[in-house]
């Protein structure tokens, strides 16, 4: 039995949303012990009120702990903590030398190479896609199962957790918070307003859905009655506004931006309120998911395997490509080849598969019934013409 666990993953939104079933799986296996979460401050409105944990340690990653004797003061401070199990769910080198120099009894998770040494059991990580060498030639391999599932793998076979608790993704959030959403939400729309939420930025260029086809999406949803509201942080404002230059109904009152204007957890609550979820491949795209609501999201680089939104509700949209997924931030393929991946993934079929979802659930996220267990989402390929 152990007192005190320390589950440890300090990297983006969507990897901190994909440890919350690893979470729930641990509270119901050990409910008497402790159970901590060290997570990027910046990112605590994620999993600062998440239910199944006792505290929620945050690093300030760019900020004052991103200095080598800061980073040492911090170990110490873990140190303090006495943790019984450490459980690293990142393989970087932050992450992995947290736990290695925790102090720990017992240290298991994936880790660097200079830090395994200390751990009592590392695990493969086989969600992330891999560069391998064939000849001259690199080759590109994706992850063969979900993140969700490799994380499950490390509790049973480092841990020893016979049971898992799988309810998909989760985030909880503060009625002050669910409140100030409401708001925004009211003050911009309708009560009978049916509204879709765009997210069309994402880490790489290659996540990235034309914007001129999200900008017809937007208009023919609007021809169609719907409200759209434009979502995204404070990087995705120059693109966001490229877009929406792009929509003859740029100027219509069911056009809202909403872009570098709202926290995480404004976003997960703004959510709750709107029927659907237009978004790429990206950390917004995961709190939709833990938030419940219809999701159509294309996946151009990515690779599908290991990080689809975990959930039956959602339709992917997935490249025609030979080379998808290459993994490539940038595209080395020019002309009209460029971003091929994503531009031969069509409005026309985008908008079938959002009328779809609208068909089968038509209301806002919070009054649709949530389905714990059910996390298969529908995979659907262009076909390629």
């Keep these: 039995?152990?007192?005190?666990?320390?589950?440890?993953?300090?990297?983006?939104?969507?990897?901190?949303?994909?440890?919350?079933?690893?979470?729930?799986?641990?509270?119901?296996?050990?409910?008497?012990?402790?159970?901590?979460?060290?997570?990027?401050?910046?990112?605590?409105?994620?999993?600062?009120?998440?239910?199944?944990?006792?505290?929620?340690?945050?690093?300030?990653?760019?900020?004052?702990?991103?200095?080598?004797?800061?980073?040492?003061?911090?170990?110490?401070?873990?140190?303090?903590?006495?943790?019984?199990?450490?459980?690293?769910?990142?393989?970087?080198?932050?992450?992995?030398?947290?736990?290695?120099?925790?102090?720990?009894?017992?240290?298991?998770?994936?880790?660097?190479?200079?830090?395994?040494?200390?751990?009592?059991?590392?695990?493969?990580?086989?969600?992330?896609?891999?560069?391998?060498?064939?000849?001259?030639?690199?080759?590109?391999?994706?992850?063969?199962?979900?993140?969700?599932?490799?994380?499950?793998?490390?509790?049973?076979?480092?841990?020893?957790?016979?049971?898992?608790?799988?309810?998909?993704?989760?985030?909880?959030?503060?009625?002050?918070?669910?409140?100030?959403?409401?708001?925004?939400?009211?003050?911009?729309?309708?009560?009978?307003?049916?509204?879709?939420?765009?997210?069309?930025?994402?880490?790489?260029?290659?996540?990235?859905?034309?914007?001129?086809?999200?900008?017809?999406?937007?208009?023919?949803?609007?021809?169609?009655?719907?409200?759209?509201?434009f979502l995204g942080g404070p990087m995705d404002i120059e693109i966001v506004n490229s877009c929406i230059e792009k929509m003859k109904h740029k100027d219509n009152q069911k056009t809202k931006i909403f872009t570098g204007k709202l926290t995480l957890g404004q976003v997960a609550g703004f959510l709750d309120n709107c029927v659907l979820f237009l978004t790429t491949d990206s950390g917004p795209m995961h709190i939709g998911v833990a938030r419940n609501i219809p999701i159509v999201t294309m996946f151009g680089a990515s690779p599908v395997p290991g990080f689809y939104p975990y959930d039956e509700k959602d339709i992917l949209i997935q490249s025609p490509e030979p080379c998808h997924p290459c993994g490539n931030h940038i595209c080395p393929r020019i002309g009209d080849e460029n971003m091929a991946c994503m531009k031969k993934i069509s409005v026309d079929s985008v908008m079938k598969y959002i009328f779809e979802l609208l068909d089968e659930y038509g209301q806002k996220a919070k009054d649709i019934k949530r389905i714990c267990g059910k996390n298969q989402m529908r995979c659907c390929r262009i076909i390629k013409n």
């Design 1 to 229: 039995m152990y007192k005190k666990i320390l589950v440890i993953n300090l990297m983006h939104i969507g990897d901190l949303m994909l440890v919350t079933p690893a979470l729930r799986t641990l509270r119901k296996n050990f409910p008497e012990s402790y159970i901590a979460l060290l997570a990027d401050k910046k990112l605590s409105d994620l999993v600062a009120y998440n239910k199944n944990i006792d505290e929620c340690v945050l690093i300030d990653k760019k900020g004052a702990d991103d200095h080598f004797f800061s980073f040492i003061k911090f170990i110490f401070k873990i140190r303090k903590k006495n943790f019984d199990l450490v459980i690293n769910l990142h393989r970087n080198e932050r992450a992995s030398a947290i736990a290695a120099f925790s102090g720990a009894k017992k240290t298991v998770g994936y880790s660097k190479p200079g830090f395994s040494i200390f751990f009592d059991k590392v695990m493969p990580n086989p969600s992330i896609a891999q560069h391998l060498k064939d000849g001259f030639k690199t080759k590109y391999v994706p992850g063969s199962q979900h993140q969700v599932k490799s994380h499950f793998d490390v509790l049973r076979e480092a841990v020893g957790i016979e049971k898992i608790f799988d309810d998909g993704l989760e985030m909880w959030i503060p009625k002050e918070i669910e409140d100030e959403a409401t708001n925004i939400f009211k003050n911009n729309f309708k009560s009978d307003d049916k509204v879709i939420a765009f997210n069309i930025g994402a880490s790489w260029i290659t996540k990235r859905w034309i914007d001129s086809y999200f900008a017809e999406c937007a208009d023919r949803l609007i021809e169609k009655n719907f409200s759209i509201a």
